[in-house]
């Protein structure tokens, strides 16, 4: 536990401790994940030199300092307020500077927002599964257009719309996610937690075979119900009622070695504890208004320290914001050293493929300049 950080108390899982001066390498996980989805990946990266720090998420696992509940303030789970809890926690373990950063999921934008606001402590990033498409930006140009401007969160909305229209009706994950609703759903599901959770892991991995993706034309109704069930979600289904016909069978389940069933009770552990809505508030986060009036402060600004994509090649999040891969490459991140996805990992790449991550992010640190303080 790391007291004291940003008004958190930070659990973190690390290696690589044991002796002074090391560089530090920083894992920051997604949703429904913790510091412990990262276990195979830590002791590659110690082994490799780093000092490694993995911690649970504000809103998730053995963090605390946070406040519960769906009426809870969400500005404190806002992205520049969590980009202040990594800054945060690099200061209390002592380090001017990450020689890695790594952003998963949820993650990715936060490792995003640190790499844009703190170049300078955050000298290169690495985002997987979620392409970051840049800070929302001011309107350019406007000042003798007559044309009002839009309205915020109106595409979304219509999107919304159009999704139910369709037959049979369909809703984004994201819609679904920020409902009240949805922590009871996933926290006390008919089929058990552990149960639930199982085939969650399953159904976004690289076992499932119904996993194939590829880009999207663009972000109308029918192109996003091109995506799985988890993404786009036949409406009124609840998350554990959408992922229950693809449980895996005691056959699957046994061969799966990245998660074991002794792997799989940590979670189902931790989030029966502490249920989800600590780690839904960020779905709610990405449309509010004023959160993302905030982030405007960085209007038109790109992530100019070296930067690298890494995501699975059965992983549905690299395509699940159509357009957002394009516009990060060409534009949101000017020094990106390339997009990596990794044969064998869907949306779990470093619990799924840790060694196959780990050279790639090791040979990306070695381009990038090496290991420094």
Same mark, same amino acid.
């Given at each position: 536990m790391i007291h004291g950080v940003n008004g958190l108390d930070v659990h973190i899982l690390e290696d690589g401790y044991e002796s002074p001066g090391r560089p530090l390498a920083l894992l920051l996980h997604g949703?429904?994940?913790?510091?412990?989805?990262w276990r195979h990946l830590i002791p590659i990266l110690a082994d490799a030199g780093y000092h490694v720090v993995a911690p649970d998420q504000r809103g998730f696992g053995r963090t605390t300092g946070w406040v519960d509940g769906y009426d809870a303030p969400l500005a404190p789970f806002g992205l520049l307020n969590m980009?202040?809890? @990594? #800054? &945060?926690?690099?200061? @209390? #373990? &002592?380090?001017?500077?990450t020689a890695m950063l790594v952003g998963h999921d949820l993650g990715s934008p936060v490792a995003a927002y640190c790499a844009l606001a703190r170049p300078d402590v955050f000298p290169s990033v690495v985002l997987m599964s979620a392409p970051f498409p840049g800070p929302p930006a001011f309107p350019f140009n406007t000042a003798d257009s007559e044309a009002p401007p839009a309205q915020p969160n109106a595409e979304s909305q219509k999107l919304a719309a159009a999704l139910a229209a369709l037959d049979p009706p369909r809703e984004y994950y994201q819609q679904y996610l920020s409902t009240r609703r949805a922590n009871d759903d996933m926290w006390h599901?008919?089929?058990g937690l552990h149960t639930f959770l199982r085939a969650f892991f399953h159904v976004k991995s690289g076992d499932w075979p119904g996993n194939k993706p590829h880009p999207l034309k663009g972000r109308t109704a029918a192109d996003l119900a091109q995506m799985p069930t988890y993404y786009v979600m036949d409406l009124g289904k609840t998350m554990p009622e959408t992922v229950a016909p693809f449980q895996p069978s005691t056959g699957e389940v046994a061969a799966c070695k990245w998660l074991t069933e002794p792997e799989l009770a940590v979670y189902t552990q931790e989030f029966g504890r502490t249920g989800f809505q600590g780690a839904l508030q960020a779905y709610r986060v990405f449309p509010d208004p004023d959160l993302n009036a905030e982030l405007r402060l960085y209007s038109g600004r790109t992530i100019d320290a070296p930067s690298l994509f890494?995501?699975?090649?059965?992983?549905?999040?690299?395509y699940s914001a159509p357009g957002a891969l394009d516009i990060m490459?060409?534009?949101a991140a000017a020094r990106m050293a390339g997009v990596e996805l990794i044969d064998g990992a869907g949306h779990w790449i470093q619990q799924e493929q840790p060694a196959r991550l780990g050279a790639l992010l090791l040979n990306f640190a070695k381009d990038v300049g090496g290991p420094h303080q």
């Open positions: 949703f429904p994940d913790l510091a412990y989805g980009t202040r809890d @990594a #800054l &945060g926690l690099v200061s @209390a #373990l &002592g380090y001017r500077r599901p008919p089929q890494i995501g699975g090649t059965s992983d549905w999040g690299t490459r060409t534009k």
